[in-house]
């Protein structure tokens, strides 16, 4: 362990950097402190001594070798995440975006984003990878559950799923126009798309017809033990929760009594029992907490989060929440909220 530069000036970013290579080590090093702003507080090569170094120096951010000899870098981006949540930056030359199977283990393991390591680093590459440490350092972190042995599910515990995929929306002041924009751009989507959107009873059924004139795919009312068809829209009715229960189909149930009935906390969480890794959430414009924790829920099973970033959003207190509890893989304009999750049906679907 080389403790490094343990202090450093007053507003300075202060970083753990792991990483086994010496040559690296050095090179990163020199890159990430090129201005001034950012000291290497200290340097570890391996998980164990990352996860203690963290722990006692207390750094702003972590920069992680995604891929350590010792084959400790997940159970280190855990560990540190159950112990001393701070926000970790992977590194990865066998990664080419965030969507790599690594590098989404280690997101969904508490990581806030991965970067690609380049065969040589240049001015450019350098300038970014700072940009990421300063961008990260500003994110609020929680506690990270999966790194705590004591609290984990045996495996042969863990509910059955059968891999479906399914999309899960929750809206709610602003919703109907976002949902307009998202819903118009999933021709052919191979996933039924279950939606929460916090209004008046008595609205529900104008609301739906209104979403059956500009969706692309057809639009309903959820009916109670309805199967639900890939392909096709299901709005949750005035006043019951929807669920997603074991083989596709629909709950539509009236408890817990919560704040918001229906609750996309619910439906997000219902997703995450029976979809696991399959399930898809999305939230949108809204005002308070409402679908934060569920969403979190979906993104410790593996499945994919994403929200609607603020500027495209009439409130984002919502999509503010869930990324404050660490649930958001990514923040996207309305207008290109469709094509992610296409997208994200695509992987599920290709397996």
């Not at 010792?70 to 992977?90: C, F, K, N, Y």
Request: hydrophobic share 40%; proline share 7%.
């Amino acid at each position: 362990m080389n403790a490094g530069t343990l202090g450093g000036r007053a507003g300075q970013i202060r970083v753990v950097l792991v990483e086994d290579a010496s040559a690296q080590r050095s090179q990163l090093v020199s890159i990430l402190q090129a201005e001034g702003d950012i000291v290497v507080a200290g340097c570890s090569s391996t998980g164990p001594e990352a996860i203690e170094l963290v722990a006692t120096s207390r750094p702003d951010v972590v920069v992680l070798d995604l891929h350590l000899r010792d084959g400790q870098s997940q159970r280190a981006v855990e560990q540190i995440m159950a112990r001393t949540p701070t926000p970790i930056l992977i590194l990865s030359a066998r990664i080419r975006d965030r969507r790599a199977p690594s590098a989404v283990a280690a997101l969904v393991a508490g990581a806030l984003d991965a970067v690609p390591r380049p065969p040589q680093w240049t001015p450019a590459e350098g300038a970014e990878l700072r940009r990421a440490v300063r961008q990260i350092r500003t994110v609020h972190v929680i506690r990270h559950p999966r790194g705590n042995h004591a609290f984990d599910p045996p495996r042969d515990a863990a509910p059955r799923t059968d891999g479906r995929p399914v999309v899960a929306v929750g809206a709610s002041t602003g919703g109907p126009s976002a949902l307009a924009i998202l819903l118009g751009g999933l021709a052919g989507l191979q996933a039924p798309v279950l939606v929460v959107q916090h209004l008046h009873p008595d609205f529900t059924t104008s609301l739906v017809r209104w979403m059956s004139r500009v969706s692309a795919l057809p639009v309903e009312t959820a009916r109670h033990h309805e199967t639900a068809r890939p392909g096709r829209v299901y709005f949750a009715p005035g006043d019951r929760h929807l669920h997603y229960a074991a083989d596709g189909r629909l709950e539509l149930v009236e408890t817990p009594a919560t704040t918001h009935r229906p609750s996309a906390d619910e439906l997000f969480r219902s997703v995450a029992r029976t979809a696991g890794s399959a399930g898809i959430g999305v939230l949108l414009t809204g005002i308070g907490d409402d679908g934060a924790r569920g969403l979190l829920a979906i993104h410790q099973r593996g499945g994919s989060t994403l929200a609607q970033d603020e500027a495209s959003s009439t409130v984002f207190g919502m999509p503010k929440a869930a990324v404050g509890v660490g649930a958001v893989t990514e923040l996207i304009r309305i207008e290109k909220l469709a094509d992610a999750v296409q997208r994200a049906v695509r992987e599920v679907v290709r397996g």
